[in-house]
């Protein structure tokens, strides 16, 4: 081996062309840039949304309405989800637990319990909210319930 015959590895050489560094090397004058305009300079960044010129389609859209930063969204469990619960799997006490056993929440969602449907049995309920005819439902049954 001898130190005119080494050669870096395959891959390891990327085979850009250094621009800018005079004129033997093919790549002077503009390096590539183009002839003036923001691109040619050094330092420029082209802002997000940025259109050439043009008025940005954020600016163009018209703006509408108000979107809440720290609305709070439950996710609405109705009282024939809970007899259906009732019925295949044999649950009297309903908690947070119980609705991420069964899928029908997640660990970071909150449980609103809403009135559609018929419950036959007693059934004791903890969760986030509840709709007034939910609640009437339940104790009519003699069900208990709890927000948490």
Known sequence: MK????KPASGSVRGNKRVGRGEGSGAAGTAGRGHKGAQSRSGYSRKRGFEGGQMPLQRRVPK???KTLNKTTYIP????MLEALVTKHGVSEVNF????AHGLASKNDKVKILGRGELTSKINIAAHAFSKSAIAAIEAQGGTVTNL
């Open 3 to 6: 130190l005119n015959s080494l």
């Open 64 to 66: 509408y309405g108000f």
């Open 77 to 80: 469990v109705n009282l024939d």
């Open 97 to 100: 637990d119980t609705f991420t």
